[in-house]
């Protein structure tokens, strides 16, 4: 079945550095588009970025292009977020899900990972 | 960009009742439109794409409607698994942008 796992979260200061993976199974990986989202505690979804199976594809949200870079590995079957110039206010927990065959929409998500910015 | 605004944002309704949230797109999107559930503590979980096509394994008391920039997600008899919050997304482009969410409740 499908499964998406992320790790790579924790701790991180303001101004620093974090990379998200998010390890695939199940299915032809690089036959999908993949997302990252993220979640604010008790707040809504942010839909961050889009890659194309092929990698040659992306988009940002405005809310982090330029400090943001998406990229997969598909011999690796898996999924990146490299995360920069972090503020506090990127503190959220971080998904990756996968873009429905031929679609965008999003019919399979990872658990998540808890992304927490502060001094 | 295009925004996509929900409403409302919560509310509370008895058991067997019937329940509409309304999700706008500041621009036309045709029918390029999703919704999702999320019960609390859990992901999210896709319940229709294409604006009104019922995603496999979901009851059959959720439907979507609409096109262009009105939609619609209708629970036709509130159950108490319902308890949830519900978002909208487009997908016909980057970015692909949810709504603020409604949060349903049991009265």
């Known amino acids: 079945q499908v499964q998406l796992v992320e790790s790579g979260g924790g701790l991180v200061r303001p101004g620093g550095s974090l990379r998200l993976s998010c390890a695939a199974s199940?299915?032809?990986?690089?036959?999908?588009?993949m997302s990252w989202i993220r979640q604010t505690p008790g707040k809504g979804l942010e839909w961050l970025s889009i890659?194309?199976?092929?990698?040659?594809?992306?988009y940002y949200a405005d809310s982090v292009e330029g400090r943001f870079t998406i990229s997969r590995d598909n011999a690796k079957i898996s999924l990146y977020l490299q995360m920069s110039s972090l503020r506090a206010d990127d503190t959220a927990v971080y998904f990756c899900?996968?873009?429905?065959?031929?679609?965008?929409?999003?019919?399979?998500w990872g658990q998540g990972t808890l992304v927490t910015v502060s001094s | 960009d295009i925004q996509m605004t929900q409403s409302p944002s919560s509310l509370s309704a008895s058991v067997g009742d019937r329940v509409t949230i309304t999700c706008r797109a500041s621009?036309?999107?045709?029918?390029?439109l999703a919704w999702y559930q999320q019960k609390p503590g859990k992901v999210p979980k896709v319940l229709i794409y294409?604006?009104?096509a019922l995603q496999s394994g979901v009851p059959s008391r959720f439907s979507g409607s609409g096109s262009g920039t009105d939609f619609t997600l209708t629970i036709s008899s509130l159950q108490p698994e319902d308890v949830a919050t519900y978002y909208c997304?487009?997908?016909?482009?980057?970015?692909?942008?949810f709504g603020g969410g409604t949060k349903v409740e049991i009265k």
């Open positions: 899900a996968r873009g429905s065959s031929g679609s965008s929409f999003l019919d399979y």
């Open positions: 199940g299915f032809s990986f690089s036959d999908y588009f």
């Open positions: 890659i194309s199976g092929t990698g040659r594809t992306i």
């Open positions: 621009q036309g999107i045709s029918n390029y």
């Open positions: 294409a604006a009104s």
């Open positions: 997304q487009k997908y016909n482009g980057a970015p692909l942008t």
